[in-house]
């Protein structure tokens, strides 16, 4: 029976992660857990899985949730103190961090310490802090188990093969909401154009992402550190289907691929039962005869500036992926909110990395006061 700790409950991944362990239930149970501010769906968490522990974004949503009539031996904590607890809770062996944003980063690293499993969709801990992360997860013998599709995809084609003989890594991307529009057709986007994804069903901020092809951008660098390969060698390619998951390039020139209907459970289910595999309740199975063909189209980095973006700041990286991440996590907040145009996203992006002075190895504490800064920074060109 593996214990697991899981941050994000309430998000599309950790109702996801849930549905695992449910079905899974001889294998997995749920120890903590901890929700934003969605507590109705926390309150029906805690009655299903009966986590010792759970944690919410801030006091007020701790006392709606006490008030709603828990049962009393299960714990309440709220902020950051709560990710963290919930992270290291001493029953667990793995943490999923399912939590959206650069506040997975500390709760991750006190997982790591404490010699958890991780199994990793919160891309943005690996992107704002990569260098620390895979440091720490080296330094306390702790694996790091991708969730993120394309990474789960490499994961498992390298299975058993040696990493040094890697040539490339080729990310596929979908193209999100806009992959037929051209610059001047993304003027005036709507939020509900943004959020509508052809293949995939995502939180908010991925859906946006994707749209903006910062995701993608994302991955590259998530893929850097969790694989140790240089930026010179990560090839993005566009590929509407959403079947092939991501590819390997070899030095032989063989080229290994992971293949699989869009489900976010398979690479869930994959970091959770690694090594093993089992199945998947009400999977659907890939139906290539119905696919037919496959389409694969070069990236243009004019047409999807935030993949280019990525690109530079991972290259010359230090404090900039900080900068990167916590910029985009701001501005597409604000156009969540509907304060600024979807084009915005990218100028206030580029703002932000152009007043940096890069910091080339930033401890852990500079890292939270630059992701501090930038989001005051872009907040002032907001307003
Ligand atoms: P969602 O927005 O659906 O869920 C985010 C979760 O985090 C919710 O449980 C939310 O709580 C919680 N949360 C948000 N902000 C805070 C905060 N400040 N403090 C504490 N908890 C918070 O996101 P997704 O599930 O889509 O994505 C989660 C992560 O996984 C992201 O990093 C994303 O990039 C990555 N990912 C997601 C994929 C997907 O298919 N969805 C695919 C690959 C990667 P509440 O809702 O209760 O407020
Ligand atoms: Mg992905």
Known sequence: MKKISLLGATGSIGIQTLDIIRNQSNDFELVACSAGRNIDELYKIILEFKPKLVSVAGKEEAEKLTSLGIPSQIKVLYGEEGLIEVAVHEDSTILV????????????????????????A??????????????????????????????????????????NEIHKLII???????????????????????????????????????????????????????????????????????VIHS???FDDGSVMAQ???????????????YPSRKPITNHKPLDLIKFG???????????????????????????????LNAANEEAVAAFLQNKISFLQIEN????????HNVISKPSLEEIRNIDEQTRQFVSSLIK
């Open 247 to 249: 590819m390997i390039e």
């Open 172 to 242: 596929t991307a979908s193209g999100g909401s806009f992959r037929d529009k051209t610059r001047d057709q993304l003027k005036d986007v709507t939020i509900e154009d943004a959020l509508n994804h052809p293949n995939w069903s995502m939180g908010a901020k991925i859906t946006i992402d994707s749209a903006t092809m910062m995701n993608k951008g994302l991955e590259v660098i998530e893929a850097h550190w969790l694989f140790n390969m240089p930026y010179e060698k990560i090839d993005v390619v566009l590929h509407r289907e959403s």
């Open 293 to 323: 063909t496959l389409h694969f189209e070069e990236m243009d980095f004019n047409r999807f500036k935030c993949l280019d973006y990525a690109y530079q700041a991972g290259k010359v990286g230090g404090s900039l992926p900080t900068v």
């Open 122 to 163: 919160n891309k943005e801990t690996l992107v704002t802090a990569g260098h620390i992360v895979m440091a720490e997860a080296e330094k306390y013998g702790v694996s790091i188990l991708p969730v993120d599709s394309e990474h789960s995809a490499i994961y498992q084609c390298l299975n058993g093969e040696n990493p």
């Open 97 to 120: 961090n399912a939590v959206v944003g650069s506040v997975g980063l500390v709760p991750t690293m006190k997982a790591i310490q404490n010699g958890k499993t991780i199994a990793l």
């Open 348 to 355: 206030l992006i580029e703002n932000a990395l152009e007043k």
């Open 259 to 273: 293949l699989g209907t869009p489900d976010m459970r398979v690479p869930i289910a994959y970091a959770l039962n």
